[in-house]
């Protein structure tokens, strides 16, 4: 018991050294972010590659498996293995992560960046124009939401009954919660959750948190067996000991008599043989004088 504590708490240690490695990679993230800011800004498809690309990195770093606990691009399938597809845009359902759960459930993940609007807030000079400008930042935000929304991610038959939405900029997403205090609900509401970079490592390493007992748990029976099936082998070997003992010991008792009868006994076959030989029966063989034992006399064979 006192083992299985100690267990515990050091990995409750290992849990907080992880969050902290993962708060400084985020840490770091935010800081590449805002010296690619320029770089991304208009171009669409640069953004989300660049968020996805973030996504993949923090899931790498979680702890958890890539193609066993998550996956990446992730096609969702019905129970026959058909591709399931959106109602919205009758395309098929490709998240950017998927992350399984030990019962087999899964929670969504998809990544959504929106930073022209957000460039333009940080830059403007004048109160009036960052103002207008978190705004529209707001509205791209609410704007992913409700696509997201139409993506009818959460029916998927494994999924929780939300989606994770992950905005990669940790200085975009405070923006667009302070320019919008109803914001989170407003999504919430919508069966999304608004996530950036350290929501997402917390939520990720109670994941692996539970993996980690899903893991111990599965030893624990797995050892309970084997010494159950060890232990039925042992009670089988010692019974199976017990009866070659008791067949050592007819055999013994057997070899006993017969010997009696060849060497030892009243008129036993060796003596017997001997008189025959005193009788005139001709050999090129002696038996040991040693062997030759009992009485020779015929009345004395029992």
Not at 9 to 35: H, I
Not at 73 to 83: H, I, P, T
């Amino acid at each position: 018991m006192t083992e299985a504590y100690q267990k515990e708490s050091n990995e409750r240690f290992s849990l907080g050294n992880e969050v902290k490695k993962l708060a400084e990679l985020n840490q770091l993230m935010s800081e590449e972010a805002r010296n690619l800011t320029k770089a991304l800004k208009g171009e669409t498809k640069t953004q989300g590659d660049w968020g996805e690309m973030i996504l993949e990195t923090i899931l790498e770093k979680s702890g958890l498996r890539k193609d066993e606990e998550y996956f990446m691009q992730y096609e969702l399938k019905d129970e026959e293995g058909k591709a399931l597809r959106s109602d919205a845009e009758n395309k098929k359902m490709r998240p950017d992560a998927v992350v399984k759960y030990p019962d087999n459930r899964t929670v969504i993940i998809d990544s959504k960046v929106s930073l022209n609007a957000f460039t333009r807030y940080v830059e403007a000079s004048d109160p009036e124009t960052q103002q207008k400008e978190l705004e529209a930042h707001v509205t791209a935000v609410k704007n992913h939401v409700i696509a997201l929304s139409t993506k009818g991610y959460d029916d998927y038959d494994k999924a929780l009954d939300f989606v994770m939405m992950f905005i990669p900029s940790e200085p975009a997403y405070i923006a667009a919660m302070q320019g919008d205090s109803n914001l989170w609900s407003f999504a919430y509401d919508k069966r999304i959750l608004l996530m950036n970079p350290t929501n997402l490592i917390t939520s990720l390493k109670l994941i692996v948190d539970l993996w980690k007992r899903e893991y111990q748990n599965r030893n624990s029976l797995a050892i309970a067996e084997r010494g159950a099936f060890l232990y039925d082998k042992f009670v089988g070997f010692v019974e199976n000991l017990q009866k070659v003992g008791v067949k050592l010991e007819d055999a013994t008792k057997s070899y006993e008599n017969a010997y009696s009868l060849l060497a030892t006994g009243p008129g036993n076959l060796m003596r017997q043989a001997e008189e025959l030989k005193k009788l005139g029966v001709k050999s090129k063989k002696q038996l040991a004088k040693g062997l030759i034992q009992g009485e020779g006399e015929l009345g004395d064979n029992e």
